[in-house]
C-alpha cells in the first residue's frame, strides 16, 4: 500500500486520479477555504447530510472569522491540508465560497491532495482549487456546499448531489435541459466553474486548459458588461476556441445589475452573441452555478455533450472501482 504522502506516482500520462466513492457511514471533513460560515446555517447544511448517515468532522478553524474571510490564511490552508491528510475523513466538504481562496496557493500541497483520493466538493471560489487538482488530472467535484443545503432544493438538485458523491454521475429525472447556442455533438473532459476566477488563473501556475476539454462556466453578482469582459478575455486569451465544446449555466443575478448609464444588454444575448463567433458547439441555460436547481458536476471526467439536445453525459467512472 502507497504511503499517504507517497507522490511519486502522480503525474503519469493519460492517468486519472479518480476519488473514492462515498457511502452512509463514511466522514466528510468539513473546512472553510473563503469567506466565513454563520454556525447556524453551517449546522442547518449538515444536517441534510447527517440524514442520510454520513458523519462530518469540523476542523478547527471552519467557523472562524476575520473580515471577509474565514480566518487567517495559513490558518485555513492548515485545515485544509489536515483534512486531506487524517485518516478519519474520507471526503473534503467546503463550508461555502465567496472569495479567498487564491491566498491559500502558496501553503497548499495539491500533489500531496490528489495522492489522497478524496474528493473536493463545492463550487464558486472553490474553482480555483478545482483548477489546481485538474492540473494533476485528478476528478474533483463542482457541488452544492453546506450553505447552499441549508436551504430548500428542488428533490433532484439533492438527488443529484448524493448520487454524484457516491459515484453515479446520471442526471435524474426532473432536471431541466440547456439550450443550443451552436448546435453539435462534443466530447472532452469536464473543466470549468465560477468565470471570473477561471479568468483570474490566467498567467498562474494553475491556468485554465480549455484544449479539446469540455468547458463548463457559470458566475454571480456580476454586471453584464464584465460578463462580456470575461467572455472576451477567454476569446482574446483563445480559450474558448481551444474547446471542443462549451456550457453556460446561469449568470446569477446579473440582469438585476445592469448600468444603464453603459447599455442594458441581458447576459443571454451578450452570451449568444460572443460564443457565436466561436462556432464550437455550445449551449446556455444548463442547470448550474449559483443558482437554486443545480446538478452537482464531477470535473476531470470524460463526458459528450448534445448542444442540440441541451445534455452532458458522462462517459467514463467518476470514482475509482
Known amino acids: 500500500?502507497?504511503?499517504?504522502?507517497?507522490?511519486?506516482?502522480?503525474?503519469?500520462?493519460?492517468?486519472?486520479?479518480?476519488?473514492?466513492?462515498?457511502?452512509?457511514?463514511?466522514?466528510?471533513?468539513?473546512?472553510?477555504?473563503?469567506?466565513?460560515?454563520?454556525?447556524?446555517?453551517?449546522?442547518?447544511?449538515?444536517?441534510?447530510?447527517?440524514?442520510?448517515?454520513?458523519?462530518?468532522?469540523?476542523?478547527?478553524?471552519?467557523?472562524?472569522?476575520?473580515?471577509?474571510?474565514?480566518?487567517?490564511?495559513?490558518?485555513?490552508?492548515?485545515?485544509?491540508?489536515?483534512?486531506?491528510?487524517?485518516?478519519?475523513?474520507?471526503?473534503?466538504?467546503?463550508?461555502?465560497?465567496?472569495?479567498?481562496?487564491?491566498?491559500?496557493?502558496?501553503?497548499?500541497?495539491?500533489?500531496?491532495?490528489?495522492?489522497?483520493?478524496?474528493?473536493?466538493?463545492?463550487?464558486?471560489?472553490?474553482?480555483?482549487?478545482?483548477?489546481?487538482?485538474?492540473?494533476?488530472d485528478t476528478v474533483s467535484i463542482h457541488a452544492p456546499m453546506a450553505l447552499t443545503l441549508a436551504y430548500d432544493?428542488?428533490?433532484?438538485?439533492?438527488?443529484s448531489f448524493f448520487r454524484v458523491i457516491q459515484g453515479d454521475g446520471v442526471v435524474p429525472e426532473g432536471a431541466t435541459e440547456g439550450e443550443a447556442i451552436v448546435p453539435g455533438v462534443a466530447e472532452g473532459t469536464l473543466i470549468g466553474g465560477c468565470m471570473c476566477l477561471l479568468c483570474d488563473s490566467i498567467g498562474a501556475p494553475n491556468e485554465l486548459d480549455t484544449k479539446d476539454r469540455i468547458l463548463i462556466i457559470e458566475d454571480v453578482d456580476e454586471s453584464p458588461h464584465r460578463v462580456d469582459a470575461m467572455l472576451t478575455h477567454l476569446l482574446n486569451c483563445g480559450k474558448l476556441q481551444e474547446a471542443a465544446g462549451i456550457v453556460i449555466g446561469e449568470m446569477t443575478r446579473t440582469d438585476d445589475k445592469c448600468d444603464e448609464s453603459i447599455g442594458d444588454q441581458p447576459w443571454r444575448e451578450i452570451v449568444r452573441e460572443r460564443l457565436l463567433k466561436v462556432g464550437v458547439p455550445s449551449m446556455l441555460n444548463y442547470p448550474f452555478g449559483h443558482m437554486s436547481t443545480m446538478l452537482t458536476i464531477p470535473l476531470g471526467v470524460r463526458a459528450r455533450m448534445d448542444a442540440s439536445l441541451g445534455t452532458v453525459e458522462l462517459l467514463e467512472p467518476i470514482c475509482a472501482p
Request: hydrophobic share 40%.
Open 153 to 159: 432544493r428542488e428533490p433532484w438538485v439533492i438527488e
Open 1 to 136: 500500500m502507497k504511503s499517504p504522502t507517497d507522490t511519486s506516482w502522480l503525474h503519469q500520462p493519460n492517468v486519472t486520479i479518480r476519488p473514492r466513492a462515498l457511502k452512509p457511514g463514511d466522514t466528510l471533513g468539513i473546512v472553510s477555504p473563503s469567506s466565513p460560515i454563520k454556525p447556524d446555517l453551517l449546522e442547518k447544511g449538515l444536517a441534510l447530510l447527517h440524514s442520510r448517515e454520513f458523519k462530518t468532522k469540523v476542523f478547527p478553524h471552519a467557523l472562524d472569522h476575520t473580515h471577509m474571510l474565514a480566518g487567517l490564511d495559513k490558518d485555513r490552508a492548515a485545515d485544509l491540508m489536515e483534512a486531506f491528510q487524517d485518516p478519519e475523513v474520507d471526503a473534503v466538504y467546503c463550508s461555502r465560497g465567496g472569495y479567498g481562496c487564491a491566498r491559500l496557493l502558496p501553503y497548499l500541497d495539491f500533489d500531496l491532495m490528489a495522492a489522497s483520493r478524496k474528493m473536493l466538493i463545492g463550487f464558486s471560489d472553490i474553482t480555483t482549487l478545482h483548477l489546481a487538482l485538474q492540473k494533476r
